[in-house]
């Protein structure tokens, strides 16, 4: 196999091992990665307010509006308008929302950051510098990305009919 042949089996895999991720944290927790996320920051700080998980997770403000939206409807959460300052909303995690952290299992990201942080600052800068010659190779050095490690669901209307 041609070197290239085999960096892209590994893209592959990666991507192959965070759908799979994905897919295992929905099934036995039915979160999603950006909700789990979420609902660890709003635990982490209650009454945090949307705009700064959306800065603290690096993503932008209406995904996070979106899904909070989502975990509100659920009963996982649910927002307070500030009794000083109508425009500030607090977050906070329901009871079902608390129980719901209790048993998830650890982001994706987590665990890579772990394993990542436990590399020497060398090795970290040399995968780093790596995989930013990818991302431009691949011309996706423009594109806007979070460091939340998901493969969003294709939208239904894109995807092609059989």
Same mark, same amino acid.
């Given at each position: ?8 089996? +590994? ?8 759908? #799979? ?5 929905? $099934? ?27 800065? /603290?997770? /690096?993503? +932008?403000?209406?995904?996070?509006? /979106?899904? #909070?939206?989502?975990? %509100?409807?659920?009963? @996982? ?6 009794? %000083?300052? $109508? ?13 719901? @952290? ?23 800068? #040399? @995968?780093?510098? +790596? ?9 996706? /050095? ?14 239904? +209307? ?5």
């Amino acid at each position: 196999m041609e070197k290239y042949e085999e960096l892209l089996v +590994s893209i592959r895999k990666v991507i192959r091992a965070i759908d #799979l991720h994905s897919k295992q944290l929905n $099934k036995s927790s039915g979160l999603t990665g950006p909700q789990l996320l979420i609902m660890k920051e709003i635990s982490q700080v209650s009454g945090v307010m949307a705009s700064q998980i959306a800065k /603290n997770i /690096n993503v +932008s403000a209406a995904t996070v509006t /979106n899904i #909070l939206d989502r975990l %509100e409807k659920r009963n @996982l959460i649910h927002r307070v308008r500030s009794l %000083e300052d $109508k425009r500030r909303v607090g977050l906070y995690l329901s009871d079902e929302g608390k129980e719901c @952290l209790v048993g998830a299992p650890q982001p994706l990201q987590e665990h890579f950051i772990d394993k990542f942080c436990s590399l020497k600052d060398w090795e970290q800068s #040399l @995968l780093l510098s +790596s995989m930013q010659r990818i991302a431009t190779m691949m011309d996706a /050095n423009e594109l806007d990305a979070s460091p939340v490690l998901e493969i969003a669901p294709m939208d239904n +209307s894109i995807r092609e009919k059989p």
